[in-house]
């Protein structure tokens, strides 16, 4: 599979329930974000986690990184109407100096039902 | 909150037309990149450029492509020769040194339509 792999690539659930969300990456990096984007616009920016870092918080965002596996998991609890989107999550690879491209994973489309 | 800026928001140009797209970065930032998105596909890596000058590009980003900060303000995306497959929206995006160093901010982005 290819650099920044999000699973599942769609996932539907019920406000109020938890939505879990899922990225594979292949080579090391130094920092791994994650991005919303509702349909058909930009690009917002929701939280970066850096490699040294195992877990991060944001509101009702809980992002995990575990370098062995090269994976994280973007957690958003209490859903709400709002939050339906397709989330990404994108990579910096490994330099010296960072501030280097991302690479964008496929997205998983979330859609929250009401 | 500062935030980057696009502008037109869509733009639909013949096939062989020259096309320049226009982004404002947030004003302290640094470091600005341009990527794109065909519809239904991934976001794509364009160019990434430093201290007024490109300091990586993709394979995407050939001799029709080029990237100028003509002044303290801008920063803009040219394509001499429009075809067909490069009909996508593209994203502007900008970052810093400092505290929030690595964060990239995009823009809206600018849908542009090739026909």
């Known amino acids: 599979s290819q650099q920044g792999e999000e699973d599942p690539q769609a996932l539907s659930i019920q406000e109020g329930e938890n939505a879990t969300m899922n990225c594979s990456y292949k080579t090391s990096i130094n920092n791994l974000q994650w991005y919303r984007q509702n349909s058909g616009r930009g690009l917002v920016h929701l939280i970066l986690i850096r490699s040294n870092e195992r877990e991060k918080h944001s509101g009702r965002l809980r992002v995990t990184l575990d370098t062995s596996k090269k994976s994280s998991s973007l957690l958003i609890t209490a859903s709400r109407a709002a939050d339906t989107a397709s989330y990404f999550c994108?990579?910096?690879?490994?330099?010296?100096?960072?501030?280097?491209?991302?690479?964008f994973g496929t997205g998983t489309r979330l859609t929250i039902i009401p | 909150e500062p935030e980057v800026t696009q502008t037109p928001s869509h733009q639909v140009t013949q096939m062989g037309q020259e096309v320049i797209l226009r982004c404002v970065p947030i004003?302290?930032?640094?470091?600005f990149y341009w990527y794109r998105q065909i519809l239904g596909q991934k976001v794509e890596f364009l160019v990434s450029?430093?201290?007024?000058?490109?300091?990586?590009k993709s394979e995407i980003f050939d001799d029709q492509f080029s990237v100028e900060r003509p002044d303290g303000s801008n920063f803009t995306l040219k394509i001499r020769s429009t075809k067909l497959e490069d009909s996508a929206m593209y994203f502007c995006?900008?970052?810093?040194?400092?505290?929030?160093?690595?964060?990239?901010?995009f823009g809206p982005g600018t849908r542009l339509t090739v026909l």
């Open positions: 004003s302290n930032h640094l470091y």
């Open positions: 450029f430093y201290n007024n000058e490109i300091s990586e």
């Open positions: 994108a990579t910096d690879a490994s330099g010296n100096f960072g501030n280097e491209k991302l690479t």
């Open positions: 995006a900008s970052s810093d040194s400092g505290a929030v160093k690595d964060t990239q901010y």
